[in-house]
Nanobody
Framework: QVQLVESGGGLVQAGGSLRLSCAASTRTFSNWNMAWLRQAPGKEREFAAAINWSGSTTLYADSVKGRFTISRDNAKNTVSLQMNSLKPEDTAVYYC???????????????WGQGTQVFVSS
């Protein structure tokens, strides 16, 4: 069982930055591949970024590539998402998720946090 709690969301102007964090309650955090996904109002949940168990491999959606950076600290059981050059279309609830593979397919992730809201004003 993996419990995930996100933090760091908020309101930011377009062009600004935010850093999201996800704390995992599990003794086996380093066994899990982690991801950030997001859901905008009226839209389906979509993949943003993922990182493998060791941090050696990352995967990004084209929409965030070059602006977002995912990282993890296995000693602290945390995964982070640094978001730069934010755009109004990045407005969404951001979810942290854990799974057995690094994938852009949301349904492949086994555990999810409750989400943190990010709002980017124009």
């Amino acid at each position: 069982q993996v419990q995930l709690v996100e933090s760091g969301g908020g309101l930011v102007q377009a062009g600004g930055s935010l850093r999201l964090s996800c704390a995992a309650s599990t003794r086996t955090f380093s066994n899990w591949n982690m991801a950030w996904l997001r859901q905008a109002p009226g839209k389906e949940r979509e993949f943003a970024a993922a990182i493998n168990w060791s941090g050696s491999t990352t995967l990004y959606a084209d929409s965030v590539k070059g602006r977002f950076t995912i990282s993890r600290d296995n000693a602290k059981n945390t995964v982070s998402l640094q978001m730069n050059s934010l755009k109004p279309e990045d407005t969404a609830v951001y979810y942290c998720a854990a799974g057995s593979t690094v994938t852009s397919i949301a349904s492949r992730y086994n555990y999810w946090g409750q989400g943190t809201q990010v709002f980017v004003s124009s």
